[in-house]
Nanobody, 115 residues
Framework: QVQLVESGGGLVQAGGSLRLSCAAS????????MGWYRQAPGKQRELVAA???????NYGDSAKGRFTISRDNAKNTVYLQMDSLKPEDTAVYYC?????????WGQGAQVTVSS
């Protein structure tokens, strides 16, 4: 059974930082591409950042220059370091694991940025 458990969300003031973590179990993490997506109220889910099994990264336009995705294969964990947060970053952030057969999703972590 695949499980993705996000942690690290919360309330932060504009300009602040947060680090999200996603602990994965039940899949071959080292061979999985991992990603972070977000969904704000009334909006579609959008890519924030992704990292391949080989460590290559890709960022959504809103995250470029402010967010950093990384992974620790020894801990089966992917991270999202978010700096210079803005109120428009407020959303539920979802961890995603992309394998050859399926896409898996975490339950989501709320990030709220106050102005």
């Amino acid at each position: 059974q695949v499980q993705l458990v996000e942690s690290g969300g919360g309330l932060v003031q504009a300009g602040g930082s947060l680090r999200l973590s996603c602990a994965a179990s039940g899949l071959r993490f080292v061979r999985s591409a991992m990603g972070w997506y977000r969904q704000a109220p009334g909006k579609q889910r959008e890519l924030v950042a992704a990292i391949t099994s080989g460590g290559s990264t890709n960022y959504g336009d809103s995250a470029k220059g402010r967010f950093t995705i990384s992974r620790d294969n020894a801990k089966n964990t992917v991270y999202l370091q978010m700096d210079s947060l803005k109120p428009e970053d407020t959303a539920v952030y979802y961890c995603n694991a992309h394998t050859l057969m399926f896409d898996y999703w975490g339950q989501g972590a709320q990030v709220t940025v106050s102005s």
